[in-house]
Nanobody, 125 residues
Framework: QVQLVESGGGLVQAGDSLRLSCVASGRTFDRRAMGWFRQSPGKEREFVAVISWSDGKIYYADSVKGRFTISRDNAKNTVYLQMNSLKAEDTAVYYC??????????????????WGQGTQVTVSS
């Protein structure tokens, strides 16, 4: 079982930056693709970014490309989401997610087995 704990959310102004962190329990973090998703009130959960564990592949949603950066530190069992040039439409609960052992990167939320509790990001305009 893998547990994920996000942190780093908060209230910021448009144009500001935030860095979200997600710490995973267990010894198999370095063999798991990790992703970030977000959900706004009244909307479905949407893909933000994903990073593979093996081949360095990284994918972003078009809405965040060029502004957000996903990275991972396997020594710390942590995946990050650096968010720059934040916009009001980035306001959402952000969730960290992990795939099954040895599986590759995916943009589909159904492909992720493990989820954090979420951290709120609010961007005021």
């Amino acid at each position: 079982q893998v547990q994920l704990v996000e942190s780093g959310g908060g209230l910021v102004q448009a144009g500001d930056s935030l860095r979200l962190s997600c710490v995973a329990s267990g010894r198999t973090f370095d063999r798991r693709a990790m992703g970030w998703f977000r959900q706004s009130p009244g909307k479905e959960r949407e893909f933000v970014a994903v990073i593979s564990w093996s081949d360095g592949k990284i994918y972003y949603a078009d809405s965040v490309k060029g502004r957000f950066t996903i990275s991972r530190d396997n020594a710390k069992n942590t995946v990050y989401l650096q968010m720059n040039s934040l916009k009001a439409e980035d306001t959402a609960v952000y969730y960290c997610a992990g795939r099954g052992y040895g599986l590759g990167a995916s943009r589909q939320s159904d492909d992720f087995n493990y989820w954090g509790q979420g951290t709120q990001v609010t961007v005021s305009s």
